[in-house]
């Protein structure tokens, strides 16, 4: 059973600071990269920064020198830490994680979601 666990948003004021965590657990055989993606009203869910396995990191433009993702493979989770946050950045972000079984086969999985808010 695949479980993506996530924790960390709330409620915060411009120019504040938030930390996601997602811990991952299921019956894969290896894990490939990890990311967050975040969807606002009316919006497409739109990639926010992603982690590999060796640790490259890709961010989107957005959030270049905000944000900070990193991952802790022996726990399996994926962290975001948000500083500088904008009322822009308010939005529902999601964990997704490739978990790849032993003949290779890729799963993409998501989270159930955590909402940031940021007020101006």
């Known amino acids: 059973q695949v479980q993506l666990v996530e924790s960390g948003g709330g409620l915060v004021q411009a120019g504040g600071s938030l930390r996601l965590s997602c811990a991952a657990s299921g019956i894969w055989f290896s894990i490939g990269s990890m990311g967050w993606y975040r969807q606002a009203p009316g919006k497409q869910r739109e990639l926010v920064a992603r982690i590999t396995d060796g640790g490259s990191t890709n961010y989107a433009d957005s959030v270049k020198g905000r944000f900070t993702i990193s991952r802790d493979n022996a726990k399996n989770t994926v962290n975001l830490q948000m500083n500088s946050l904008k009322p822009e950045d308010t939005a529902v972000y999601y964990c997704?994680?490739?978990?790849?079984?032993?003949?290779?086969?890729?799963?993409?999985?998501w989270g159930q979601g955590t909402q940031v808010t940021v007020s101006s």
């Open positions: 997704n994680v490739d978990g790849y079984s032993y003949y290779g086969s890729r799963q993409s999985n």
